[in-house]
């Protein structure tokens, strides 16, 4: 069992810049290909971005694509996604999810962080 815990969140103004950082334990972190998630008020939760087990692979959403970078550092079991120019459509919690099979691109995000706040403010 894997246990993530996300942080960096916070309130930021449009335009402005967060890094989330979600560290990673329990497992060998590299493993294993991870995703971050956000859900805003009344809506569903959405992949935002996804990096595979080695990092050689990377996914965006349409929304966020050039904006946002996921990263990851397999010697500090941590994931990371930098977010730039901010909107305030942006504004949801974010969660770090990590896949249940090793080395799969495939299989269910099982695993999941209790979530960090971002609010981008206009």
């Known amino acids: 069992q894997v246990q993530l815990v996300e942080s960096g969140g916070g309130l930021v103004q449009a335009g402005g810049s967060l890094r989330l950082s979600c560290a990673a334990s329990?497992?060998?972190?590299?493993?294993?290909?991870m995703g971050w998630f956000r859900q805003a008020p009344g809506k569903e939760r959405e992949l935002v971005a996804r990096?595979?087990?080695?990092?050689?692979?990377?996914y965006y959403t349409a929304s966020v694509k050039g904006r946002f970078t996921i990263s990851r550092d397999n010697a500090k079991n941590t994931v990371y996604l930098q977010m730039n120019s901010l909107k305030p459509e942006d504004t949801a919690v974010y969660y770090c999810?990590?896949?249940?099979?090793?080395?799969?691109?495939?299989?269910?995000?099982?695993?999941w962080g209790q979530g960090t706040q971002v609010t981008v403010s206009s």
């Open positions: 329990g497992r060998t972190f590299s493993n294993y290909g």
């Open positions: 999810a990590a896949r249940d099979s090793p080395y799969s691109s495939s299989s269910a995000f099982g695993s």
């Open positions: 990096i595979s087990w080695s990092g050689g692979s990377t």
